[in-house]
């Protein structure tokens, strides 16, 4: 099973850029797809993104779209997201997780990281 430990997170004004990491252990992080989800206080665990397994796909939540990148570096074992132009609605503890590249539920996916707040101040 695969362990995952996300990195990267931390305040930011509105405008402003985060890269998220998470590092995955085990030799065969190569076959999964990953994804990235958010959940902010009261809330469910929403989708971010995804990634297939040599990163040539990616899907975004549309709340993102065109403001967040999704890619992965099997040789480093490693998930990023690049978030650009950061809004307040952004803020959440972010985490990433194994599942399939279509799924877009939280209850798809498993080997939760323990994830990393971001939090966007106006």
């Known amino acids: 099973q695969v362990q995952l430990v996300e990195s990267g997170g931390g305040l930011v004004q509105a405008g402003g850029s985060l890269r998220l990491s998470c590092a995955a252990s085990?030799?065969?992080?190569?076959?999964?797809?990953m994804g990235w989800f958010r959940q902010a206080p009261g809330k469910e665990r929403s989708f971010v993104a995804a990634?297939?397994?040599?990163?040539?796909?990616?899907t975004y939540a549309d709340s993102v779209k065109g403001r967040f990148t999704i890619s992965r570096d099997n040789a480093k074992n490693t998930v990023y997201l690049q978030m650009n132009s950061l809004k307040p609605e952004d803020t959440a503890v972010y985490y990433c997780?194994?599942?399939?590249?279509?799924?877009?539920?939280?209850?798809?996916?498993?080997?939760w990281g323990q994830g990393t707040q971001v939090t966007v101040s106006s």
């Open positions: 997780a194994v599942g399939p590249l279509w799924a877009t539920m939280a209850s798809d996916f498993g080997s």
């Open positions: 990634i297939s397994r040599s990163g040539s796909t990616t």
């Open positions: 085990g030799r065969t992080f190569s076959s999964y797809a």
